[in-house]
T-cell receptor, first 116, second 112 residues
Framework: GAVVSQHPSWVICKSGTSVKIECRSL??????MFWYRQFPKQSLMLMATSNEGSKATYEQGVEKDKFLINHASLTLSTLTVTSAHPEDSSFYIC????????????FGSGTRLTVV | QQQVKQSPQSLIVQKGGISIINCAYENTAFDYFPWYQQFPGKGPALLIAIRPDVSEKKEGRFTISFNKSAKQFSLHIMDSQPGDSATYFC???????????FGTGTRLTVIP
């Protein structure tokens, strides 16, 4: 099967600091990874699509300077929340799509970010 | 605009009963329809998926029914168990496109 590891699973940071979240595809190569944000009892909201070796594509309304995405290899994408504020507190989830067809989308276990 | 509409928002089922969740879509170019199960504090996990060339797919207690002409698909959970209590999301995508469009989710509670 396809496994996506997301780290950390939870993080608490102070306002104004930056937090990095890692998303790794463990047993497959992912040319494309996705970052979602999920508010309590709501659906997943796509923030951006990251492609290995190129700039991420951000959804409308998502601040690219606040949510920095890097996809430097076929197995790793990172999301950095810069100058975090309490309103950035949320559940962030990454997803990866294999270069091999038929495997669909695999999700990480999510990161609970709390900004105090 | 919501690409995939899901109902009901919440569902309570007795243990052993059948849970049914429905989804509808507009874009006829969609050709991949997965269902995800999400437990609190966890990421979604793929449960079962179907492509439009078949009208039904069954895996254990989980069945997807697909109606191409009506642009609807549904998840049936047979012999529902308390361990099935979770939030279920339907989704849709099309070959060649990157994005996966999610429904709004259904919170299922199976009571003993």
């Amino acid at each position: 099967g396809a496994v996506v590891s997301q780290h950390p699973s939870w993080v608490i940071c102070k306002s104004g600091t930056s937090v990095k979240i890692e998303c790794r595809s463990l047993d497959f190569q992912a040319t494309t990874m996705f970052w979602y944000r999920q508010f309590p009892k709501q659906s997943l909201m796509l923030m951006a699509t990251s492609n290995e070796g190129s700039k991420a594509t951000y959804e409308q309304g998502v601040e690219k300077d606040k949510f920095l995405i890097n996809h430097a290899s076929l197995t790793l994408s990172t999301l950095t929340v810069t100058s975090a504020h309490p309103e950035d507190s949320s559940f962030y989830i990454c997803s990866a799509r294999s270069t091999r067809t038929g495997l669909g989308y695999t999700f990480g276990s999510g990161t609970r970010l709390t900004v105090v | 605009q919501q690409q995939v509409k899901q109902s009901p928002q919440s569902l309570i089922v007795q243990k052993g009963g059948i849970s049914i969740i429905n989804c509808a879509y507009e874009n006829t170019a969609f050709d991949y329809f997965p269902w995800y199960q999400q437990f609190p504090g966890k990421g979604p996990a793929l449960l079962i998926a179907i492509r439009p060339d078949v009208s039904e797919k069954k895996e254990g207690r989980f069945t997807i029914s697909f109606n191409k002409s009506a642009k609807q698909f549904s998840l049936h959970i047979m012999d529902s168990q308390p361990g099935d209590s979770a939030t279920y999301f339907c989704a849709a995508s099309r070959t060649g496109a990157n994005n996966l469009f999610f429904g709004t989710g259904t919170r299922l509670t199976v009571i003993p």
